[in-house]
């Protein structure tokens, strides 16, 4: 079956840092990737997308990649903020069978002025 | 007004005893979803509905029900609660192609 696995956290960094939070999929067929993002007390929010390999989803200044044959879909950010302090998830949407979001454990992202 | 509610936010309840979560929405997509989150588990798929005759178990359906009243509601049922029921409950909804809006999320505690 389809799973989503995220790095652990928390991951702590510095204002300003480099910010990366791996994440690696299993799934059949050509799915579509997602990253989320939760803020204290709030659902989840759509962070970016990409639906195909080598697409680049792109928002608030992060990134990420799909890559096929790495079967990863990584985030980064090149200059992190306070205010992105938050648990990010990673997920896929298989293009066959049950069109229902699979998701990661999450991770944890502290920031510290 | 927020696109996607749900009631009762928080909810604190005994072992055994029959809960409702309600989730509506005005997005006026037809694909709505129920999932639970757990620390370290991410969430996790209860069940979802493509529209209003179609209900689908997801990967931890057991426990739950669920019914869809109309494109804009959609609830979920514990028959008898149980501890390991204790969970944070998000509803969210997609008109397609991943995206999906969620709510707030209700806290639910079985003791």
């Known amino acids: 079956g389809n799973s989503v696995t995220q790095m652990e956290g928390p991951v702590t960094l510095s204002e300003e840092a480099f910010l990366t939070i791996n994440c690696t999929y299993t799934?059949?067929?050509?799915?579509?990737l997602f990253w989320y993002v939760q803020y204290p007390g709030e659902g989840l929010q759509l962070l970016l997308k990409?639906?195909?390999?080598?697409d680049k989803g792109s928002n608030k200044g992060f990134e990420a990649t799909y890559r096929k044959e790495t079967t990863s879909f990584h985030l980064e950010k090149g200059s992190v903020q306070v205010s992105d302090s938050a648990v990010y998830f990673c997920?896929?949407?298989?293009?066959?069978?049950?069109?229902?979001?699979?998701f990661g454990s999450g991770t944890r992202l502290q920031v510290q002025p | 007004d927020a696109d996607v509610t749900q009631t009762p936010r928080n909810r604190i309840t005994k072992t055994g005893k029959r809960i409702m979560l309600e989730c509506s929405q005005t997005?006026?997509?037809?694909?709505m979803y129920w999932y639970r989150q757990d620390p370290g588990l991410g969430l996790r798929l209860i069940y979802y509905?493509?529209?209003?005759?179609?209900?689908n178990k997801g990967e931890i359906s057991d426990g739950y029900s669920v019914s869809r009243q109309a494109q804009a509601k959609f609830s979920l049922s514990l028959e008898s609660a149980i501890p390991n029921q204790t969970a944070l409950y998000f509803c969210?909804?997609?008109?397609?192609?991943?995206?999906?809006?969620f709510g707030p999320g209700t806290r639910l505690t079985v003791l």
């Open positions: 969210a909804t997609s008109g397609g192609q991943g995206k999906q809006f």
């Open positions: 799934a059949t067929g050509y799915p579509s």
């Open positions: 990409a639906t195909k390999a080598d």
């Open positions: 997920a896929l949407m298989s293009d066959t069978g049950r069109r229902a979001l699979t």
């Open positions: 997005k006026g997509h037809d694909r």
């Open positions: 509905s493509f529209d209003v005759k179609d209900i």
